[in-house]
């Protein structure tokens, strides 16, 4: 498995899981986050730094940066978990399995939990591509013209301007 950003004790420190989940399925939900979630926020080259550098060697505003984005990788992280924790997908369909008994779990049951953390995940997604927009200078130095231009279009994407197609995030419209 790749180098990971963030481990898992600094997950369980910012999101609350049951300390019985087991290490693997929680690397492997990082893995997830860091490789698909993050890598389309910040691009590949951002990523790779962070996978190639210990926070003690990195210079500001990297290790503001890093900061950010572990809450970021946090919340994603628990979306994933949810498909590889909550809800078991079997022959029998999808169940919810705990100590005691295994329940049923419905289709709309899974997309509402998940939407729960969807949601905190785009709210966090937002913070990080506010903060790379206020470091632009600094992190285009590290980064050659052609990869801040592939990156910078993630960064001003609909989360980061609170726009999405149905209005602005977060607005009720009457």
């Given at each position: 498995?790749?180098?990971l950003i963030t481990n898992t004790e600094i997950i369980k420190s910012i999101i609350i899981i049951s300390d019985n989940i087991n290490d693997k399925v929680l690397q492997g939900a990082i893995f997830e986050s860091q490789e698909i979630d993050l890598k389309s926020v910040l691009g590949t080259k951002l990523v790779e730094y962070f996978k190639s550098h210990d926070e003690s060697a990195m210079e500001e505003p990297f290790t503001s940066l890093l900061r950010e984005l572990q809450v970021y990788l946090a919340y994603s992280t628990q979306v994933?978990?949810?498909?590889a924790e909550m809800a078991k997908i079997s022959n029998q369909g999808i169940y919810q399995a705990n100590d005691t008994n295994i329940t049923?779990?419905?289709v709309d049951d899974c997309l509402k939990i998940k939407r729960v953390y969807v949601d905190?995940?785009?709210a966090?997604?937002?913070l990080l591509q506010e903060f790379c927009l206020q470091h632009e200078k600094e992190l285009s130095g590290f980064l050659d013209g052609n990869e801040w231009y592939q990156s910078k279009p993630n960064l001003t994407s609909s989360a980061?301007?609170?726009?999405w197609l149905g209005g602005i995030r977060g607005k009720?419209?009457?």
């Open positions: 498995m790749t180098k994933h978990l949810i498909e049923s779990l419905s905190k995940q785009c966090v997604v937002k980061a301007t609170g726009l009720i419209i009457i």
